[in-house]
């Protein structure tokens, strides 16, 4: 089975600082996806990876936020600096030779 | 502009009856269908699919249906159990698979009473 550990679960930090979370996959894998889930505008796609290599990245909202994907076993979402508006849930996901997207458990960010 | 829309915020049912959950989207392009289930403090988890070659899948007490001339999908579960109580959330996709840009609903919060 696929599977996807994020970390931290829950991130609170105060306004301009840096966050980074963390992805990694523990089984093999084609793609990789980061999605934020907001109220206002639910699930959103932010950036995948296909092979380490960022495809499409029309998601990120501004240039505040970057990813990146050093091997196939790690990859991070930086936010820096953090604003209120960034507090969500941030969902990596991975696609499995089934061809279907596993979502991780998810970190909390809370920005003060 | 949502391109995948799920109108019903919520949905309350009695165990053993009938859920069905809608999910509508404007994109011709689309031509791949999921449904994912999410419980609190989880990511979501993938439950059915549907390629638009078909206007039936049919997974245990799941089945998904497609009309691609309304643009509009559902999901069925019968009977409905209290275990199924989460929010469902509708996906698209346009390339064919999951393996590529998937644009989600805001969900639907599905609560089945004993």
């Known amino acids: 089975d696929a599977g996807v550990i994020q970390s931290p679960r829950h991130e609170v930090t105060e306004m301009g600082q840096e966050v980074t979370l963390r992805c990694k996959p523990i089984?093999?894998?084609?793609?990789l996806f980061w999605y934020r889930q907001t109220m206002m505008r639910g699930l959103e796609l932010l950036i995948y990876?296909?092979?380490?290599?960022?495809?499409?990245d029309s998601g990120m909202p501004e240039d505040r936020f970057s990813a990146k994907m050093p091997n196939a076993s790690f990859s991070t979402l930086k936010i820096q600096p953090s604003e209120p508006r960034d507090s969500a849930v941030y969902f990596c996901?991975?696609?499995?030779?089934?061809?279907?997207?596993?979502f991780g458990p998810g970190t909390r960010l809370t920005v003060l | 502009d949502q391109q995948v829309k799920q109108n019903s915020p919520s949905l309350s049912v009695q165990e053993g009856r009938i859920s069905i959950l809608n999910c509508d989207y404007t994109?011709?392009?689309?031509?791949?269908f999921l449904w994912y289930k999410k419980y609190p403090a989880e990511g979501p988890t993938f439950l059915i699919s549907?390629?638009?070659?078909?206007d039936k899948n049919e997974d245990g007490r799941f089945t998904v249906f497609l009309n691609k001339s309304a643009k509009h999908l559902s999901l069925h579960i019968v009977p409905s159990q209290p275990g199924d109580s989460a929010v469902y959330f509708c996906a698209a996709s346009g390339s064919g698979g999951s393996n590529y840009k998937l644009t989600f609903g805001k969900g639907t919060l599905l609560t089945v009473n004993p």
């Open positions: 089984s093999g894998h084609n793609s």
């Open positions: 996901a991975i696609t499995s030779a089934t061809d279907t997207q596993y």
């Open positions: 990876f296909n092979n380490n290599v960022p495809i499409d």
């Open positions: 994109n011709s392009m689309f031509d791949y």
């Open positions: 549907i390629s638009s070659i078909k």
